[in-house]
């Protein structure tokens, strides 16, 4: 009995040393992700390096085992961008999850939404690396829960306006901060609500067709200033068309300043005949932000 439980307790000291020594040798890779949100591309663009030397492998055969690391690290690696994400005024991604209105799954779910390139070696061949795109169109097109969008506002006083082709609201500097005495940039988000300086609601994520993509776009100064008769760049022109309705931000509302004021005027423009409300609900509306706000670092760059 005594030889019996000596040989227990040997194979389980045996067992403890080699999860110590998997854990020792795990925790010596070297494996990244570097990249960045870049909203006027609705894109999560990534790329996840992995030191072939501190993970013990060695070409050719080596490169096999990287790949299988780097695609059973991915998930782990981006889930704190989408996490990270700002949904409206008060909420990130990883604010729903707290609140339960999202679960982990939902996340990992989208991650696994992305395109890949195949990885692959360094010009110095110390390293494998993975490209991975992300679309931010997916993570909204998966919060939004209605099937038919609310009604956009109407007005019982409309004024004479032309039919546009799309909305742009220039919010490119610090604006005052509704309710404060500060003033801020406004920031990017997956659903900003637009208000007029009544404090009006003018639009929000229900009123959006969910077949449209992103409620609203993000471009800089530049795509509104390009050549060509529209003086719009082609990307812009692309979501707003040749005849956008030009609008200049009063201030800017929220918890986290993403929610662009605008005229009482400007609204009446909108809202004053059928064909300018579906550009909101048709999510026809780019909104011009700073440049240093357009591309966000992913969060985490460094990992074991």
């Known amino acids: 009995m005594r030889n019996k439980n000596l ?33 006027d591309k609705q894109e999560i663009n990534a790329v996840v390096s992995l030191d072939m030397a501190s993970s013990g492998l060695k070409l050719p055969n080596g490169r096999m085992q990287g790949e299988a690391l780097i695609a059973s690290e991915y998930i782990r690696l981006i889930r704190p961008a989408i996490l990270n994400i700002q949904v409206d005024s008060s909420s990130t991604v990883a604010d729903l999850v707290r609140r339960g209105e999202w679960s982990f799954l939902d996340v990992e779910n989208l991650a696994l939404q992305v395109r890949a390139v195949p990885p692959a070696l360094s010009p110095d061949l110390s390293s494998l690396l993975a490209f991975y795109t992300l679309a931010i169109n997916d993570i909204s097109a998966a919060l939004i829960r209605h099937q038919r969008p609310s009604e956009v506002p109407v007005t019982l006083t409309p004024v004479s306006a032309p039919a546009y082709t799309g909305i ?15 003033a801020a940039l406004l920031r990017p988000c997956l659903f900003p609500k637009i208000w007029d300086t009544e ?38 022109a692309a979501v707003v068309g040749s005849r956008p309705l030009r609008i200049f931000a009063h201030s800017i509302f929220g918890i986290q300043p993403t929610d662009p004021i605008i ?13 300018n409300r579906s550009l909101l609900r048709e999510g026809r509306v780019a909104i011009i932000i700073d440049d240093t706000l357009l591309v966000s670092p992913l969060p985490g760059d460094e990992k074991k």
Not at 28 to 39: D, S
Not at 169 to 179: C, D, Q, R, S, T
Not at 263 to 275: A, F, H, K, Y
């Open 7 to 39: 040989t227990r307790q040997l194979t389980y000291c045996l067992l403890l040393c080699a999860v110590f020594n998997a854990v020792s040798v795990f925790a010596q890779e070297k494996i990244a992700i570097n990249g960045a949100l870049e909203w």
């Open 168 to 182: 742009v609201i220039i919010a490119a500097e610090n604006l005052p901060v509704y309710g404060t005495r500060s």
């Open 199 to 236: 404090m009006k609601l003018v639009f929000e994520r229900n009123m959006l067709n969910p077949r449209a993509g992103a409620m609203v776009r993000y471009f800089s100064m530049r795509d509104i200033f390009a050549g060509g008769p529209s003086g719009l760049s082609r990307e812009i």
């Open 263 to 275: 005229g009482r005027e400007d609204v009446l423009q909108i809202i004053s005949n059928r064909e």
